[in-house]
């Protein structure tokens, strides 16, 4: 698995994978010797202070809300009461126009991104917008409250509690001819809520045109249920902040995992290099090049 950054030139492509074993030595040759290879075990390897541990609770029915995130062993229990929504600027007359965003303006003059009634959970806000444009604040009004439950800018993600990491992040994509730079805004906070949901910005989000400070591209992907049954249980997002931080967690194979970082490695085009060998069961969860 490699992580971190290092230059490259084309394509990265020609990856094996053996199933026969490699000494270290044998490995070594394939790797530069300026290239740090460290390997990490769990107790090794989290958040400090983290500690985190999967608990051996077994979920009999379907799971909703934060809990469902952090005990991924209640994922194959379907729940047929849910139903996963989508609200954003998608165009809505099939073209390629992503870039409008809001369906009313409501009585605090706010532009209204996405409104639900009944119980759910909000999963997942991303916005894409030009730095030098307009900043918008965001508001996320659960149930019956009158006040936003919370507020936040764009450069304040990763900065402001709950829009924290690893659950949310804010990165400056590239220049890509004159398109960008642009601000990039994922967050996966979980919110839950009871009877209503409303998520709001206080300006207008709508166009394209960067000189003119536009840029409106986003969206929420959220959960409703059509009753208040299922299990309820009162978890707060401390719990899945420390899981998504344990970067060996699965519910699995906790005490065993093992997490590989390679730093430094330049792969040119049509060149392969061997960054892992491992023979015995077991299970690649995520092998990312950047």
Not at 86 to 92: A, L, T, V
Request: net charge negative; glycine share 8%; proline share 8%.
């Amino acid at each position: 698995m490699v992580d971190g950054s290092f230059p490259y030139e084309g394509y990265i492509e020609g990856i094996r994978i053996y199933n026969y074993p490699l000494d270290e030595s044998e490995i070594r040759k394939t790797i530069p010797k300026d290239i740090k290879v460290t390997c990490f075990l769990p107790d090794e390897f989290h958040a400090a202070g983290n500690g985190y541990k999967p608990d051996k609770y077994e979920p009999k029915e379907p799971l909703r809300g934060i809990p469902r995130l952090v005990y991924p062993q209640a994922l194959p229990l379907v729940d047929f009461l849910a139903a996963v929504n989508y609200e954003g600027s998608i165009s809505k007359a099939g073209d390629n126009a992503d870039w409008d965003w809001g369906m009313y303006q409501d009585e605090k003059g706010e532009w209204v991104l996405m409104e639900t009634y009944g119980p759910g959970c909000l999963y997942n806000f991303t916005q894409h917008r030009y730095p030098a444009s307009p900043v918008p604040v965001f508001r996320f009004y659960l149930d019956d409250e009158n006040e936003p439950k919370y507020e936040i800018k764009p450069g304040e993600f990763d900065s402001k509690a709950p829009f924290v990491k690893p659950l949310a992040d804010i990165y400056e994509g590239p220049e890509d001819g004159g398109r960008g730079p642009i601000w990039v805004v994922r967050s996966f906070v979980p919110m839950e809520f009871d009877k209503y949901c409303k998520v709001t910005s206080d300006i207008k989000l709508e166009g394209n045109d960067k000189a003119k400070g536009e840029g409106s591209w986003g969206h929420i992907t959220y959960v409703k249920h059509d009753t208040y049954n299922g299990e309820k249980m009162e978890m707060g997002i401390e719990k899945l902040k420390k899981m998504a931080e344990n970067h060996t967690h699965d519910p699995k194979y906790s005490e065993k995992n093992e997490y590989k970082e390679i730093k430094g490695l330049t792969i040119k085009a049509g060149e392969s290099v061997r960054i892992h060998d491992k023979k015995q069961k077991g299970q690649l969860h995520l092998s990312s090049c950047i």
